[in-house]
């Protein structure tokens, strides 16, 4: 099977600009998460979407980043204006949704330097 | 909330010696435990995990990994390493077996020499 596709790899931008990341999770996977990985510490999880529902975002900084999922499949991550600690590699997941701890498929990432 | 440990950042370990990884969770109740391994420049695998039952689980790669309540820990064990085993380690801990609720450590970096 395809794994999550994420787009772009790389992403170098200035603090203050905008910038948004693409997510296309394994078919038939109804949930997507975003996660955050800061250099030196483990992923942590932005935001997770059940279709095109959001179900958990307690950790997305509402202020500047946004995702959306409008068709329940593809989903983009946004954050406007970026800040010089949003430099890490965005990762996203998928999984089937049913049963208790459904593993976790992760896309390669997309990793953002704020300069 | 729960949280979890990784007290080593990086292990050396030579091609064919075995390895342990340590991870160390807290939490009031019995967790979900699991173990992630992510190569470089790819997004992160699950290895095993721990639900409940056997406090010995075995997971892909002949990696296995042993919870124990009374110290609060769930290590990684591998008998025999390979030059491909390269990679970062995640522990991660969870209340409900959801998503959405684990946490992850910081990891471990594993090096292999030959």
């Known amino acids: 099977e395809a794994g999550v596709a994420q787009s772009p790899r790389y992403k170098i931008i200035e603090k203050r600009q905008s910038v948004a990341f693409w997510c296309n999770p394994i078919?038939?996977?109804?949930?997507l998460y975003w996660y955050q990985q800061i250099l030196g510490q483990g992923p942590k999880l932005l935001i997770q979407?059940?279709?095109?529902?959001?179900?958990?975002d307690s950790q997305l900084p509402k202020d500047r980043f946004s995702a959306e999922r409008l068709k329940g499949v593809d989903s983009t991550l946004k954050i406007q204006p970026a800040k010089l600690e949003d430099s890490a590699v965005y990762l996203c997941a998928s999984s089937l949704p049913t049963g208790v701890g459904s593993p976790l498929h992760f896309g390669n990432g997309t990793r953002l330097t704020v300069t | 909330a729960q949280s979890v440990t990784q007290p080593d950042i990086h292990i050396t370990v030579s091609e064919g010696a075995s390895l342990e990884l340590r991870c160390n969770y807290s939490?009031?109740?019995?967790?979900?435990l699991f173990w992630y391994v992510q190569s470089p420049g790819q997004g992160l695998q699950l290895l095993l995990k721990y639900f409940s039952g056997d406090t010995l689980v075995q997971g892909i790669k002949g990696f296995e990994a042993e919870f124990k309540r009374s110290q609060s820990s769930f290590n990684l064990r591998k008998p025999s390493v390979h030059w491909s085993d390269a990679a970062e380690y995640f522990c991660a801990v969870g209340a409900t077996g959801n998503n959405n609720d684990m946490r992850f450590g910081a990891g471990t970096r594993l090096t292999v020499k030959p």
């Open positions: 939490y009031g109740a019995t967790p979900y």
């Open positions: 979407f059940q279709n095109n529902g959001v179900v958990d």
């Open positions: 078919s038939g996977h109804a949930t």
